[in-house]
């Protein structure tokens, strides 16, 4: 997508996206405005070339009337939104006169001579300089549409204008830009088309007041950098100009989006809340410094914020923008990096007042995350870590500074409650060009050897962040692949995989290995619940009403037979087009597979993507109105989600019940690192409610036959200990397997270096000698087939006669003892 993306930049990107496809999609319409309007849109302030420090928004009115606006909003979205695209909002206060102009600055780049004039209202969005679009809202919530459809039919939105490329905007966008040109708007009418409304040329700010460009800078103030830095995590310089600020040049980032260089004073105050070091943007790699220099630089202070966004939930870094600088001496000493071992960082994250934590004075000596602030910029390092979380695609890992903490069985570090953080784990990049150095592969239970340092900050994606200018070396501890036994005769063996954005437009080595997975490393289990399956072309097919799976379920089974396991059926039900969430265009669902020779599927008709299941007798006995059948698709806990699909099967004559999940992700939540404190869970609500639904399902078919063999699989997205699996073991009618697992063991999934829960396999209480099984096989290693481990569940389905129970759990017990080798079919 068109984003001035910074972070994250030294890992190729700062997130895998997908754009939405351009193919047939609507202009938006709204009823020409006679009000207040978007005059004049500026994306290159401060970029290479421009003359402007800052990019701005003005506003202007159609009419003879005032336009009060106080409560409304300047939005951005990127030109190609994807589905995890978030408009970014600026508020407004006061008026827009007749003729008059309302002048909103937005964010500072690195270069620029001029600053802007006084602006009207002020914000951080780093526009795009080439395409993008703004919108005008009455009122200050969050536009939530992604297409000029949706935006046409939201009556908030007062203007909007896309120049460039931008998917959503007025008739055909606007002319695209450059680093020193703007659109702006030809006449005061507004025709609903930004191609025929606006034009490029030289960016013209002007005021409220009426002023333009040219007025004198503030008198910049004399600094150090404990100065700027401050006791807390906002600078109290922020957004004046310093000078003098000195130090020795510690490391340089000459690649990626976020370029720069480190400074640090070697001659610290006596204020363990203030950092002694800074990091100065440039914007590009044309500066020749080296660590060792000593500089003198001056530029504008900023908190950079890794998404711009005004009410971003991340926690900022203070910078240096629009700098300047000389070199005073070289070869001096780089200042010594601190060591951080076991004891250094505090156990206790952060403090927890409800709210921004930005306002609150550091304590280092207390919380993690003011340890870290008040080193921000700093150098640390570390030796021999213990690498908790493998080498990402984005270039880097996750190790522990205490190997201690909560220690997994295999290596890494779970996750156990959301009163037990895990504050030893800290993510490392490279600033080594990877032309010379590529960046280590490594597994989670290896050991990053040697001494890593560099500069420590911020970044959205993992937290603090060591950048290693020196960089250990990757010890293989051995990590192997774990294999689950192959059930015995009697056993039932029912596994989940996730098996990440599966479609026919995969390579055939990602089929290859999944099967495998199966085959061997879950030992060819009788039934398998699967997510995250899309259509047969994917993501590349957004809205062309394509939903079916076949050709995608046929590649996987025919993968599974050529890795020698048995040819498999499926079970599944397309979802309607564009409804079910995931990547846009995938129509993702949930699925069976089983195997016929073990075990037999019962096909009931009749069930389509909006027909509930129902839970019916016959004969005394519970079954399924349709089958396979998705529960209650039409409540609005499943809206943008996936739907949960029951399937009813028999094994030695006995009838067991399986329902398939996926839940709500939890994109959208606040941070456990972000700037406030505790961080809100907003997806939680969702999946609380899908639980409920479950759980309500559970309940009617246990209450039909309070024997039933009942298994509950699939990515709840969530923890053990989290309310919506509360929701559906509270009482005990179901059981969450993880939890009967040592804590050590409870991971299936490892995000930001911990070690956790996402997958869930539930029974009810009729399954009789349960073993239970989480197979890592994915998500410890750089290399896999899903980010997901997959799980399985063997057990003799109860009979419903409490005799015939006993005697298998006789044999049961016998086999054991004997020590029979288990059923191959």
């Not at 009207?120 to 795009?128: F, L, N, V």
């Not at 409304?197 to 404990?226: L, Q």
């Not at 010379?436 to 490594?442: D, G, I, K, S, W």
């Not at 037979?561 to 995938?586: N, S």
């Amino acid at each position: 997508m068109t984003l001035p993306v910074r972070r994250g930049a030294l890992a190729g990107a700062a997130a895998v996206t997908m754009t939405l496809s351009l193919v047939a999609a609507p202009s938006a319409q709204a009823e020409p405005s006679t009000g207040a309007v978007i005059a004049e849109v500026y994306g290159g302030g401060g970029n290479s070339g421009a003359t402007l420090t800052h990019d701005f928004v003005e506003l202007a009115t159609v009419g003879d009337a005032e336009v009060a606006l106080d409560g409304w909003s300047v939005q951005y979205l990127p030109a190609a939104p994807s589905e995890r695209s978030r408009w970014q909002v600026t508020e407004l206060t006061g008026g827009v006169r007749p003729e008059g102009r309302y002048l909103v600055r937005q964010a500072q780049g690195a270069g620029g001579s001029t600053p802007l004039p006084e602006p009207d209202a002020s914000g951080r969005i780093a526009m795009s300089s080439r395409a993008g679009t703004v919108a005008l809202v009455d009122g200050g919530e969050r536009l939530t549409c992604l297409t000029a459809a949706d935006c046409a039919a939201d009556a908030r939105i007062v203007d909007l204008v896309g120049y460039g490329d931008a998917v959503v905007r007025e008739g055909s966008p606007a002319p695209g830009t450059g680093n020193t040109t703007s659109v702006a708007r030809t006449e005061p009418a507004d025709t609903d088309d930004n191609a025929a409304d606006f034009t490029e040329g030289e960016p013209s700010p002007r005021n409220a007041a009426g002023e333009t460009p040219g007025g004198e800078e503030p008198e910049p103030v004399t600094a150090r950098i404990h100065d700027i830095q401050g006791s807390t995590r906002i600078s109290p310089l922020d957004g004046e100009r310093v000078t003098g600020v000195t130090g020795v040049v510690t490391a340089t980032r000459t690649f990626g989006s976020s370029r720069g260089f480190w400074f640090q004073d070697p001659r610290p105050d006596q204020d363990p809340r203030t950092s002694e070091a800074l990091f100065v943007y440039t914007g590009d790699a044309g500066f020749e410094l080296s660590p060792g220099d000593a500089v003198t630089v001056s530029g504008t202070v900023k908190e950079y914020y890794p998404d711009y966004a005004e009410d971003s939930k991340y926690q900022s870094l203070t910078e240096l923008g629009n700098a300047e600088w000389t070199v005073t001496s070289s070869g001096n000493p780089v200042p010594a990096a601190e060591v951080i071992g076991p004891d250094t960082v505090p156990e206790e994250l952060t403090a927890r007042p409800g709210g921004n934590i930005e306002p609150l004075e550091l304590k280092p000596d207390t919380y993690a995350l003011d340890f870290w602030e008040a080193r921000e910029s700093e150098r640390v390092s570390v030796t021999d870590a213990r690498v908790v979380g493998p080498s990402t695609r984005y270039n880097e890992l996750y190790v522990t500074t205490k190997p201690e903490q909560n220690p997994s069985a295999r290596g890494g570090t779970v996750y156990l409650g959301y009163d037990r953080p895990n504050t030893g784990i800290l993510k490392v990049e490279s600033l080594i060009p990877f032309a010379e150095r590529p960046f280590p592969r490594a597994n989670t239970g290896d050991t990053l050897s040697g001494r890593t340092a560099g500069p420590v900050e911020y970044d959205q994606y993992g937290g603090y962040t060591l950048f290693a200018g020196e960089l250990g070396t990757v010890t293989d501890n051995g990590l192997e692949r774990e294999t689950t036994r192959e059930q015995r005769s009697g056993e039932l063996a029912v596994a989940t995989y996730n098996l990440e954005n599966l479609s026919a437009v995969n390579d055939q080595a990602k089929f290859d290995e999944l099967a495998r997975g199966i085959v061997r490393n879950l030992a060819r289990p009788d039934i398998v619940t699967l997510e995250e399956i899309q259509d047969d072309n994917g993501p590349d097919g957004r809205g062309d009403g394509v939903v079916g799976a076949e050709e995608t379920l046929r590649r996987l089974v025919e993968a599974i037979v050529a890795a020698g396991g048995p040819r498999y059926e499926w079970r599944q039900i397309d979802p309607r087009d564009l409804t079910d969430g995931g990547q846009p265009g995938g129509n993702i669902r949930v699925g069976f597979l089983f195997n016929p020779e073990r075990v037999s599927f019962v096909d009931r008709p009749g069930g389509d993507a909006s027909t509930p299941v129902e839970v019916v007798t016959e004969h005394g006995e519970p079954r399924l109105s349709v089958s396979p059948g998705r529960i209650d698709p039409a409540d609005e806990a499943w809206e943008n989600s996936r739907k949960p699909l029951v399937g009813e099967f028999v094994f030695g004559g006995r009838t067991v019940f399986v329902v398939a999940n996926h839940f709500a992700s939890k994109g959208g939540d606040e941070p456990t690192h972000g700037r406030f404190q505790p961080p809100t869970r907003s997806s939680e609500v969702q999946r609380i409610e899908q639980a409920r639904v479950v759980r309500a399902f559970a309940d009617e078919l246990l209450a039909a036959d309070p024997e039933a063999n009942l298994v509950v699989a699939g990515d709840l997205n969530d923890y053990p200990f989290s309310p919506a699996v509360r929701t559906l073991t509270e009482g005990g009618a179901l059981e969450a397997l993880m939890s009967t697992l040592p804590e050590h063991e409870r991971y299936s999934y490892i995000y930001e270096g911990n070690s956790q829960v996402l997958d869930h396999v539930l029974v009810s209480d009729a399954p009789r000698g349960v073993d239970y099984d989480v197979v890592h096989i994915n998500a410890e290693f750089a290399d896999q087939a899903s980010d997901h481990d997959p799980q399985v569940v063997r057990f003799r389905p109860s009979t419903g006669n409490p005799v015939a129970d006993a005697l298998n759990d006789l044999l049961d017990w016998l086999e054991r003892l004997l020590g029979r080798p288990p059923h191959r079919s």
